[in-house]
């Protein structure tokens, strides 16, 4: 800027500086009584009553449509039927399982029990003792055949008392080996107690072994029979339908835009490889079409029921209240206001854009009118919506013109007219509407209290 332009400048600022400003007018009214309705607005978001989305149990191929996108169907409705040889397979291989486990397994004997162990009676052969007889026989024959009486006496008494010897130690040799088999067979019954004992802890863990198999086998064969049973898609609850999964156009965009920062040579390539289709484009649900397992077949939304999601200020959700009333415009439906009832304050904090903190507040949507009266068509779920909730109103309550509050410091006041001249109320408030506050203390009805140039009035200052 040249200098030849300073000085004019210079003395026009001067000129304003010299020049006194106007005073400043203030502007009066009476407090009164009357209704005060305090509204909080948010913004809001349509949802249906419920929404499911019903996958693919198994990999296959949609053998049959029985819907088209925007058919309205019914609960257990069929939608799809889905042909999976490999889920049939593995429901014929889990039952082939499940008998196998059901099959009892037995140790031992008949019945189960185990046999018992025992040995042959210990005794002398027959043999032995007959070969003794005719020993002692023959020696009888010889003596008897001596002459002399004498001799043959002594010899034939001689036999007499060794066979009675041998007897005798017979006998004994016969009570040892009772003993002795009396002692092998108890030995013997306490062994097979024990091994009785162990193959019925045996049986009883395999027993234990079989049902938890036989457990897993039927969860097995349960699995499998559901699995099969959902090949048939039905619909969960009534309501619209949307046929296969979410549009693969913003993957497809942002896969361009990383495609348009590759060298010349390398975006080309990769620019025709993202143009070639790869299985299933776009979520598409034919006839014919193989489907993986959790691939979406139909979307079922119950609009039965319409619902409001808003976020509401954390300076403004305490005083949102479960059965609050709200009034909802969309500009899908221009001209139009609906009404709304809050369900449910949520408590999970939401960072917004701004920095503050928003709180999920649900709403239930109601009918809707035209300013003429005439009914307004209802929204469709994710459409976006303002919603203005009613927390506070007053009837008869003590109200000022919302320009007469003044704030100061931690003190809310207002500038009453006493004598002509202006006199500081601190004042606490109530619901407080765009146009007009309700007063709970510090100014009465019929009282004047200044409404305009409040926050430049000071204590005493004339108002006349």
């Not at 009164?32 to 978001?45: K, L, M």
């Not at 449509?65 to 889920?87: E, W």
């Not at 439906?333 to 999920?360: D, F, L, Q, R």
């Not at 309550?397 to 007219?417: C, D, F, L």
């Amino acid at each position: 800027m040249s200098r030849g332009g300073i000085i004019p400048l210079l003395a026009v600022l001067l000129a304003a500086g010299c020049s006194s400003p106007e005073p400043r007018r203030t502007q009066v009214a009476t407090v009164t009584r009357t209704t005060v309705s305090e509204v909080v607005e948010a913004p809001a978001t349509v949802g249906a009553r419920a929404t499911a989305t019903l996958t693919a149990p198994a990999p296959g191929t949609v053998a049959r449509l029985y819907v088209q996108d925007g058919d309205t169907v019914k609960k257990g409705q069929i939608l799809a039927r889905i042909s999976s040889p490999q889920a049939r397979q593995q429901l014929s291989a889990a039952r082939k399982a499940d008998r196998q486990a059901a099959r009892p397994v037995s140790f031992g004997g008949a019945g189960g029990a185990p046999a018992s162990v025992r040995l042959p009676r210990l005794r002398l052969p027959a043999s032995l003792d007959a070969h003794v007889s005719q020993s002692f026989a023959r020696a009888r024959k010889a003596a008897r055949s001596i002459g002399d009486r004498t001799t043959r006496a002594r010899l034939l008494a001689a036999i007499d008392a060794a066979e009675q010897r041998q007897r005798a130690q017979r006998r004994a040799l016969g009570e040892v080996l009772d003993g002795l088999t009396r002692s092998i067979d108890q030995s013997l019954s306490q062994v097979s107690g024990q091994v009785s004992a162990g193959m019925s802890g045996l049986s009883a863990s395999m027993a234990s072994l079989r049902a938890a198999s036989r457990s897993q086998t039927r969860a097995a064969v349960r699995a499998a029979e559901q699995t099969v049973d959902a090949l048939v898609v039905r619909a969960p609850f009534g309501g619209v339908v949307t046929l296969g999964g979410a549009s693969s156009a913003g993957s497809a965009a942002g896969l361009g835009a990383l495609v348009s920062q590759l060298p010349a040579g390398l975006a080309g390539q990769a620019g025709a490889a993202a143009a070639a289709p790869a299985g299933r484009s776009g979520g598409t649900i034919a006839t014919g079409v193989p489907v993986a397992a959790g691939d979406p077949i139909a979307t079922v939304t119950d609009v039965s029921v319409l619902t409001l999601s808003a976020d509401v200020d954390e300076t403004d959700v305490l005083l949102v209240r479960e059965g609050t009333r709200a009034e909802a415009e969309f500009d899908a439906v221009t001209g139009a206001t609906y009404t709304a009832t809050v369900t449910g304050v949520g408590v999970t904090p939401k960072e917004g854009a701004t920095g503050g903190v928003s709180y999920p507040v649900r709403l239930r949507l109601g009918r809707g009118s035209y300013d003429d009266g005439g009914a307004a068509p209802a929204p469709k779920p994710g459409m976006s919506a303002v919603v203005r909730l009613a927390v506070r109103r007053s009837e008869n309550a003590t109200a000022v013109p919302a320009s007469a509050i003044v704030t100061s410091g931690r003190e809310t006041i207002v500038w009453a007219v006493r004598g002509g001249r202006a006199e500081r109320r601190v004042v606490r408030l109530g619901a407080q509407g765009d146009a007009v506050v309700e007063i709970l203390s510090g100014v009465s009805p019929g009282e004047q209290v200044v409404v305009r140039g409040a926050d430049a009035v000071r204590p005493g200052q004339s108002l006349s």
